[in-house]
């Protein structure tokens, strides 16, 4: 190689280099609104490190080849975990990438989440292709060249090399051991950097010894015991029969898993339309829970069906399903099929999809019916409506019904699913002129569908004389609105409420509505969706102790005070209880702590540290019990 050609093989060195490192402050800004100079090292330290490796071990005939594939290949990666920040709000780790075949499933939803500056870290790209190409038909064919490179040239190529790769691995180790200290997610992220925050996350996988746990569940189980004695959910003298144990024994029940549906329309009207009058009339005949947050992980509505199923904490650095599909998983169905129920899940996309023909059998359901069972009518990207949802739901609960069998039902809508489009013909409210075309006027008009199919739902089971002998319970799986998409002035000017960023967007609407109750009831505990099974389990007189069945959640009606954590989609350590929603910051001290009744920061939280402590044990503890459950 020639004196000139190496030169310009060096410059294409700090080019991609330096531009690498301003597409990471470019994702810097994207994910924390903001460039904390203080930590910009942390961005450019695996950058010097990973080019320092290529050019020691790519021939130098090559180099500037590789260099800017490398650029391109990160520069992809950079965009799709933006695309990702944008659609789910945390930041995303390798471990997301066990997913991406689910994108073509929801590529509408996906592709609804890309904004214009996404396409900037392709920029640079773009400008060189178009670059070379002008050269070469400039020029026409490049002559041969001398390959020589002066004494000196090659010291000073080979002092560059090892100064990045020492430096810059250096300081990279130095900025994933000062993260480690940190428990919220995201300050781990902006401090590391996004490059060693994923080698973070490869560390404490590594440490969290995958997904197989080592040890004795019996052990764990113990554990959990105790460590549940030491919070005091309920001044009930140990043996007490529960409130409403057994009062719907052996009945049928039909669990709805609402998608995307958030607790705040419920008894809301927009300009005189009430926009879930279903619910509302539900809500007011049974339990209605208001104050029920979600609790999900990296897989969204699958992890939403794995917590009520089995109240076990997601482990939040991927899909329950992908992780946990090849376990026995102690369940809802696994108990009442112990009580002579069949069990069935229902859900008008693939049963691939989030690995739920995994997750399925998992979980003990007697089988599912997917896609291919319901009359297809277009209605979204998954095909179905709700409404033929539950048209085959009642067609085939019903024929359970002629043999005598009771019934366990999942129902997973998919009708309000982002980015909230429903067709026309579907659409039962009208906006006013300042919600057409946004976001919240979207998602008002898809919830209020939801609403109404469920009302057809409920016609179903009536005529098929199922409604009396089935206990219907119908929950949010998770938020819908993005606060960067619907900021909260915008809820709060259109419906007259107060809505809070976290709180609001986190809360889910509970409601069991259960036959032969005289009146409904409004329960104000705090709970999440691993409360769900134990609360059902009572009502339908089935004992946990009893039956030796560990649930990481607990009977809403039967307890005087609650504490739900939350990870993923807030940092770890996040939790409710009956007063607060509390978010760390590197750890308790500096974290911040809202009202659940005013929606107002509150300024002194140090009384909720034994809430915190607490929950970080037990979530960890839910870690290494489902770690610790046999493969099928």
């Known amino acids: 190689m020639n004196e000139s050609k190496h030169v310009r093989v060096g410059a294409h060195f700090y080019i991609v280099a330096g531009l690498i ?59 799709a975990s933006s695309v990702y920040f944008n659609h789910f709000g945390s930041v995303p780790t390798y471990l997301a990438f066990y997913e991406l075949h689910q994108v073509f499933q929801v590529k509408e939803s996906v592709k609804s989440t890309i904004q214009i500056i996404d396409y900037l870290f392709f920029a640079d790209l773009v400008v060189m292709i178009a670059y070379s190409l002008f050269r070469r038909w400039k020029r026409g064919p490049a002559l041969p060249l001398r390959r020589h490179v002066s004494p000196a040239a090659r010291s000073v190529q080979w ?26 997610e995201l300050v781990q992220a902006e401090s590391a950097g996004f490059l060693n925050y994923e080698v973070f996350a490869a560390i404490k996988a590594q440490e969290d010894n995958g997904l197989i746990g080592t040890g004795d569940i019996k052990e764990t189980i113990a554990k959990v015991d105790t460590l549940e004695a030491s919070y005091s959910y309920s001044s009930k003298p140990a ?48 339990y209605y829970f208001p104050h029920v947050y979600q609790q999900i992980g990296a897989g969204n ?68 019916y997917d896609k291919n069972y319901f009359h297809n009518d277009h209605f979204n990207s998954f095909g179905a409506s709700d409404e033929q949802l539950y048209i085959t739901a009642v067609e085939k609960l019903t024929e359970l019904k002629k043999k005598g069998t009771p019934f366990y039902a999942q129902l997973v809508t998919a009708s309000s699913h982002h980015p ?16 057409k075309n946004t976001m919240l006027g979207d998602y008002l008009t898809a919830i209020n569908y939801t609403d109404y199919a469920i009302g057809t739902l409920i016609e179903g089971l009536k005529q098929s004389g199922l409604w009396d002998n089935t206990v219907l319970v119908l929950y949010g799986d998770h938020f819908g609105l993005q606060p960067q998409d619907v900021p909260p002035e915008q809820v709060q000017d259109a419906l007259g409420i107060p809505y809070d960023s976290r709180v609001s967007r986190f809360n889910i609407p509970l409601i069991v509505h259960a036959p032969g109750m005289a009146a409904g009831q409004v329960v104000n505990r705090t709970g999440g969706q691993l409360d769900i099974l134990p609360t059902l389990a009572n009502l339908l007189g089935v004992s946990l102790k009893q039956e030796g069945f ?83």
């Open 550 to 632: 560990t649930a990481f959640g607990h009977d809403l009606l039967n307890i005087d005070r609650n504490v739900v954590g939350m990870r993923y989609y807030s940092p770890t350590g996040t939790f409710f209880n009956d007063e607060i929603m509390f978010v760390p910051g590197k750890g308790f001290t500096d974290g911040e702590a809202v009202s659940l009744d005013t929606l107002q920061p509150v300024a002194d939280f140090s009384k909720y540290q034994s809430d915190y402590d607490y929950v970080l044990k037990l979530m960890s503890l839910s870690d290494e019990y489902v770690k610790l459950l046999p493969q099928r």
């Open 420 to 435: 909230f489009k429903i067709p026309d013909a579907f659409k039962r409210i009208t906006l006013p002129d300042k919600l």
């Open 159 to 184: 002092i560059v090399i090892l100064t990045a790769i020492v430096g810059g691995g250096s300081l990279s180790a130095y900025s994933i051991h000062a993260a480690r200290g940190i428990t919220n």
């Open 21 to 79: 490192w301003l597409k990471l402050l470019l994702l810097r800004g994207l994910f924390f609104e903001r460039i904390a100079w203080e930590w910009i090292a942390a961005d450019l330290a695996p950058v010097l490190l990973l080019m320092g490796i290529l050019a020691f071990v790519i021939p130098a005939r090559m180099k500037t080849a590789v260099y800017w594939s490398f650029n391109g290949l990160l520069s992809l990666i950079l965009f």
């Open 301 to 368: 509505t699958s992890d939403a069906e794995f917590m009520s199923n089995t109240s076990i904490y997601p482990i939040a650095s991927l899909a329950m399903s992908t992780g946990f599909g090849d376990r026995v998983l102690p369940s809802l169905p696994r108990l009442l099929e112990a009580k002579g129920y069949e069990a069935y899940t229902f859900h008008v996309n693939k049963v691939g999809f989030w690995n739920r023909n995994e997750l399925y059998p998992a979980l003990g359901f007697s089988g599912y």
């Open 239 to 286: 043996g007490t029969v529960p409130d409403y144990f057994g009062s719907q024994k052996g009945k049928n029940v039909i669990v709805v898993q609402m998608e995307a549906f958030q607790n705040f329309p419920l008894h809301q009207s927009l300009e005189g339309q009430e926009l879930t009058p279903v619910l509302n009339r539900l809500a007011g005949e049974g």
